[in-house]
């Protein structure tokens, strides 16, 4: 079990190792739990996230619709992962496995399968 622990540690240190760009805050807040702060520092980066690469805009609306999820506002998450799927509907290598991971267990921790629609409020 512990073995599993330091590999997910150091994976999420690669990971975050890879996003020192803008969205390396919000990364640094989202794995420290603070996802209120890390839903702020993204919310702060909605303009230029037009102009990211397309992988970096799919890890951001991943990362924004968890962070959503994390604080309890299941209908923005919804939506935000709904723009993630969309993203990796373009291009499935957008995201690394260990993010496709987190996208599946937030949208099935939001109650919906693979091609259900978005919860509407």
Known sequence: MRSFLVLGSILWALTLAGCGGPMGQALHHYQDTRYPEALHALED?????????PAERAR????RGLAHLAVGNA???????ARTRGELAEDPERLSQVDKSRLESGWRSLGLM????????
């Open 45 to 53: 980066l909605e303009e230029d996230a037009q102009d990211f690469e």
């Open 60 to 63: 951001y609306t991943l990362y």
């Open 75 to 81: 209908p923005a998450a919804s939506r935000w992962l």
């Open 114 to 121: 693979p091609g259900d629609a978005v919860i509407t409020d």
